[in-house]
């Protein structure tokens, strides 16, 4: 596979790897009877993961001997055969031995260099064999009388490097949560050179990690580090900005992203599979080089080890792969060799350099993808993290990457995960969706037909998952759909199935012969791998699927025989061939949704199949068995009522239900532990008089009295009592929505409640107190009611932080003024709920520096005494007397209710956002048609006889055309705002953009009966200058076109007057100097105008924003206007110098 740890850290290829593991770990998944857990709860999950993780380290851990055992070069190891080489099991010390050279290897990469330092004396206790050097600390390099510093083992680090440096450090080495405060710039003593010191701690004390940085480079500063948190701040806003529902179009997006940020050749995103092997599911690339996308490999090829040192430094790069690696020289003291885990610089191991070499990829970049789980899947309240996948970049020439940017791609994945979880949970309930709507048809169909119908109708149980065939086995009938086993194969896989597993629920595996199954070669790869679920002992269900590469399709070379590609070589190729080779024989593993869904179907079906009648045809029924068949539907409807119980009295949310008198005779387990109260007590309680909060009778009874005549209520507040010494005085208020309960003659025989436990927000919210007011009163005042206030410079550096911020946190104004806020203070000092959370608020302060201001944004941390604060953060931009954003002004209040409702405006923003931009890219879509129309017919006139008059027509119609594409290709006005605007500068006749901006009024001076008048000398209408004539037409236009609007009528005037004037700006280049006054009697344009074009980021008006963008497009053309307005009249002054052509130089103007 093309990158992030081939073979250099370890994944074991378990499952797919049958011979290499024992038959308990290859062999099919058995469903016991004593064992009828739910498949999904974190111990379960938890178990197979370890599992998974053991068996691929053995795997790892032979690879990596194999490998070793090649000598220096690898050539003559076979990656291919080596995956599927049959071996003895690996004894314990050599897996730890193989795991102490990924994470002890004692080699990092040539473009930096290393120290590590024992924390509690600033001591040197290791450092890597190129630190002299790099420093300039050998003696030859100082030319000083004095004894230069030597590092040494024991050396004190804070004497190599200046004063002011080792104070950063100092500094660094006392603070609580030393990454976030990376990187830190300081400068040798001796060379004055400076570096990026990106610090983490181990076991011995802390590593610092030294890549020198250019002096010139931008992001030697806080200001260029600001800025490259911006670039990921826009890449990250763009994928926010991207419908639901696609996560190919979100990887695809990604992968476009960090090649533009980092200009990496080519950039992947790698999905791991539920069985470990990966798959490239996007691709952004030159166009030379040869695709991967599609290309699936073993689990191997990115090892276990691997993967969980990507977790531990979750971006990865290697800047040169032929570049011989520096061993550490560390203290004997030491007990082990040093831990390079956290490591920048830790050198590739040397089967995943060859591997990069033979692909031609000289440099990477591995960032990880890590999707958070929900607090429930972790363990003792942490949430759990999973590895997803990996995004990568290749460059075919050697490429380093400075940390500020690496750190900003590192935010950008964080961002990426929080999309991609949201993505996987909408995929995730879309597939629930689908197998509940088959399930309920299926069981539908039960009731009115034979069982037989799940196979024979549509839907049937193919329907239910994805597979190749499936079949009924009832009554000691056979009824295949899709691809199956024949009769005869089918029955001795029955046979199998009694004797083997037959004290089993069910079976599933990807391969039936790893599973013990004989017969599974007389099958062929038609049928590899299968599901069964038995109904009764002898009535099963299967589920089928063919082998795995039937499903493979790789969008690289094709493989035939006569490729003349070494086979040895470890290459994208080779890991292709090793996974088709692993699979061969095995079909795609069930995955644990799939067994969910054939689970839960078994036991809506199990009860139903018990009771069924033998025959498979309704049409045939004898009279005497009618009595029979309405018990068998009574019983199949009780089977499927005994499961919806179930799933209500697990359910999460509180449910609750009451009979016509209000009596309670349904309670869970949610609203028993709110409450207090067991089942059996509130079991004939009064719901309005007994359970219901004095304050909530009246409500409650009207709830009633509506649901139980067919109207029912929504989303209605609810105070019920608690019981129990644990509940005493603690009320809980519940949101539920009332569904009226009805028996088989559709009568209404009761209410059924499903709520939602809203007791901590409502709570906060009686608390809560709305403060309002100007911002610099609020901060000012005396007053106790103050909310806490932080604020921020253009830097994100603090500038504010008054009293109530710190008795909120803890810490006093003079211990944070200044510190960074993302890192530093919410990082370090105040501690935020993982990685994810200081992005959040990290997008935030940037888009309130950028204008862009955040209300009630949810944000918690914990304070300095160790107490969780959680509050809605509310951003706004902080402006000068000139109205320029000098930094952020932010305050906190508690949570409070306001919490959802704020969430829910945010998506509604959201969507309403979206809708906005799809109206926008579908008029400038389609005005392409007709603007095509207009050019065609223009290139036919053309062609015709024409006298001067009509030819200046023409090109004026062509100017305003190319105006409107120009316009149209604008549609993301960041870059005009930014100043990534690109110019295209060519030389135009100065006469011909006049007419073009002046018939772009004609119309509205003759509706508003307006005369035009021209103060313009005849010599400038031929005069030829350079610069972007498209660009100058669209803002004079754009001037003008306001000044006619707002110009008093009828009877009004607007005139244009040019003023040129010749300047030289140096020996043979003359600038053409012109003053565009365009005037108007009267009051002009309405104020909110001007403030939209001259002093708001956040536009009112539509055209307010036309003109504020045309002053930014003049402002890129070296140009500036001002609005100027007198008693009688008022005037835009348009000042403009352009290029003047060398003929055009000479003629005598102004």
């Known amino acids: 596979m093309p990158d992030s740890g081939k073979r250099e850290t370890t994944q074991g290829n378990n499952r797919r790897n049958s011979e290499d593991l024992p038959q308990a770990q290859s ?88 120290i590590a330092v024992d924390e509690s004396n600033f001591r040197v206790i290791a450092y ?79 590593v610092i990690d030294l890549e020198p940085a250019r002096t010139e480079d931008p992001a030697l500063s806080i200001a260029g580090a600001v800025q490259s948190q911006k670039l990921a701040v826009r890449a990250i806003s763009h994928l926010q900005s991207l419908p639901g529902g696609d996560i190919k179009l979100l990887c695809d997006t990604v992968v476009d992203s960090v090649r533009e940020l980092t200009g990496y050749d080519r950039v992947m995103v790698y999905k791991f599979h539920e069985d470990e092997h990966g798959e490239v599911v996007a ?27 990507f977790k531990q430094n979750r971006v990865r790069m290697i800047v040169d792969c032929h570049t011989k690696p520096v061993r550490v020289v560390q203290d004997d003291a030491l007990m082990q ?212 590469g039937k499903e493979i399709k790789w969008g690289g070379a094709k493989h035939h025989p006569e490729d003349k590609d ?232 603090c500038s504010e932080w008054n009293t109530a911020m710190e008795k909120l946190t803890g810490w006093s104004r003079v211990e944070v003024i200044g510190k960074m806020l993302v890192g530093e203070i919410f990082g370090s000092c105040c501690r935020l709920k993982g990685p994810d959370a200081m992005t959040k608020f990290m997008i935030v302060l940037h888009n309130a520096i950028g204008g862009q201001d955040t209300d009630k944004f949810p944000f918690s941390f914990v304070d300095k005494s160790g107490r969780y604060v959680q509050a809605l953060l509310t951003a706004n931009k902080r402006m000068n007397m000139d109205g320029q954003i000098i930094g952020a002004f932010c305050f906190l209040q508690i949570a409070s209710p306001e919490l959802q409702q704020t969430l829910r405006i945010q998506k509604q923003q959201e969507r309403t956002t979206v809708s906005k931009m799809k109206e926008l890219a579908y008029i400038c879509q389609e005005i392409k048609n007709p603007l095509s129309g207009i050019r065609f017919t223009n290139s036919l006139l053309e062609a015709t006889d024409l006298t001067e008059n009509q030819k200046q027509f023409l090109e004026t119609s062509a100017a305003c055309e190319k105006q409107m594409l120009k316009i149209m290709k604008d549609v993301d006005l960041e870059n005009i705002e930014d100043g990534f605007l690109e110019l295209e500068t060519a030389e135009f006749v100065l006469g011909s953009v006049i007419d073009a901006v002046v018939s772009q009024v004609m119309l509205l001076l003759r509706e508003r009966d307006l005369q035009l008048i021209r103060d313009i000398p005849e010599e400038v209408k031929t005069l030829v200058v350079y610069g972007d004539q498209v660009r100058v037409q669209q803002v004079l236009a754009d001037f003008l076109l306001s000044m006619v609007r707002y110009a008093p009528s009828p009877d009004g005037w607007v005139e244009i007057q040019l003023r040129p004037s010749v300047k030289e700006v140096s020996e043979g280049r003359t600038t053409m100097h012109i003053e565009f006054r365009i005037v108007s009697p009267g009051e002009g344009i309405p104020p909110e105008l001007v403030q939209d074009m001259f002093h708001s980021s956040r536009w009112v008006t539509q055209e307010g924003l036309g003109l504020s963008m045309c002053r930014k497009i003049l402002k890129l053309m070296k140009g500036e206007v001002q609005y100027i307005r007198e008693s009688e009249r008022c005037y835009f002054l348009i000042v403009l110098d352009l290029p003047l052509l060398q003929q055009s130089g000479s003629m005598n103007i102004g």
């Open 566 to 797: 070494d086979g040895l070589r470890m290459h994208p190729r080779s890991s292709f061939k090793a996974f088709l080779e692993v699979v061969k024989r095995r079909s795609m593993p069930w995955e644990n949704a799939e067994m969910d869904a054939i689970h839960s179907l078994q036991l809506i079906l199990r009860d139903s199949f018990r009771g069924a009648d033998g025959s498979n045809s309704k049409a045939v029924v004898d009279a005497h068995v009618e009595d029979l068949e309405l018990q068998q539907g009574m019983d199949e409807l009780s089977s499927v009522a005994r499961e919806m119980i179930r799933l209500i009295e697990t359910a999460t949310a509180p449910i609750f239900a009451v009979d016509v008198e209000g009596r309670i005779n349904g309670w869970n387990a949610k609203i028993a532990e709110l409450t207090g109260l067991s089942v059996e007590e509130a079991m004939g309680k009064s719901l309005v008089h007994d359970l219901v909060h004095k304050e909530s009778e009246e409500i409650a009874d009207k709830l009633l009295f509506h649901a139980l005549r067919g109207e029912e209520d929504k989303n209605v507040e609810l105070r019920l009592r608690t019981y129990g010494t644990d509940h005493h005085e603690k009320d809980v208020f519940v949101v539920v929505n009332a569904c009226s309960s009805k028996d088989y003659t559709n009568s209404i025989v009761g209410v059924c409640f499903v709520g939602q436990d809203v007791t901590g927000q409502k709570v906060v919210m009686d608390k809560f107190v709305h403060i309002q007011g100007d911002y610099k009163a609020i901060v000012h005042s005396p007053s106790a009611l103050i909310p806490p206030i932080f604020a921020s410079d253009e830097n994100t550096c």
């Open 337 to 548: 060799p040093l831990c390079l885990v956290g490591s920048t610089l830790r050198a590739p191991h040397g089967c995943h350099a060859q591997y990069m070499a033979n692909m031609g990829s000289i440099a990477s970049l591995t960032l990880a993808v890590i999707v958070n789980g929900s607090d429930e899947d972790g363990v003792k309240g942490r949430q759990s993290m999973r590895l997803w996948g990996l995004v990568v970049g290749h460059h075919t020439s050697a490429r380093c990457i400075p940390f500020p940017l690496r750190y900003a791609c590192e935010f950008l994945m964080q961002a990426f995960g929080l999309q991609l979880k949201m993505e996987l949970q909408l995929a995730s309930q879309s597939s629930e969706k689908h197998v509940l709507k088959t399930q309920t048809l299926l069981c539908d169909m039960l009731l009115r037909d034979s069982p037989t119908g799940i196979v024979t109708q549509s839907p049937s149980i193919m329907d239910l998952l994805k597979c190749d065939g499936a079949a009924l086995y009832y009554k000691g009938k056979y009824y295949p759909l899709g691809v199956t086993p024949t009769e005869a194969q089918i029955k001795d896989i029955v046979e199998w199935l009694l004797a083997c597993h037959g004290d089993s629920t069910g079976l599933s595996t990807d391969s039936l012969a790893d599973a013990g199954y004989t017969g599974a070669a007389s099958l062929g790869d038609a049928v590899c791998g299968m599901a069964v679920a038995y109904i009764t002992s002898s009535d099963i269900l299967f589920w089928f699927r063919s082998h795995t």
């Open 27 to 114: 062999s099919g998944t058995s469903h016991h009877p004593s064992h009828n857990v739910n498949p999904n709860s974190s111990l379960v999950k938890a178990g197979e993961s370890m599992s998974k993780a053991v068996a691929q380290f053995t795997a790892d851990a032979r690879l990596h001997a194999v490998f070793e055992q090649s000598g220096e070069s690898g050539r003559s190891f076979n990656y291919s055969q080596s995956v599927r080489t049959n071996s003895e099991s690996v004894p314990e010390q050599q897996i730890t031995a193989y795991l102490s050279k990924m994470q002890r290897g004692g080699l990092i990469q040539p473009f930096g260099c290393m």
């Open 283 to 309: 691709e952004s690339k030159r166009p030379d080089l040869e695709p991967y996308i599609g290309l699936h490999y073993p689990s191997t090829d990115i090892p276990q080890a691997s993967r969980f040192l």
């Open 128 to 206: 890597s064999e190129n630190a002299r050097e790099m420093l300039a600390l050998t003696p030859q390099s100082v030319p000083s009388l004095e004894r230069p510093e030597i590092l040494t083992i024991g050396a004190d680090v804070r004497t190599l490097f200046t004063p002011s440096s080792s104070v950063l450090l100092e500094k660094a080495f006392g603070a609580r949560e030393i990454t976030l405060l990376n990187p830190v710039w300081i400068h040798s003593r001796t060379s004055g050179k400076p570096f990026y010191a990106i610090l983490h701690r181990v076991d011995v004390g802390i």
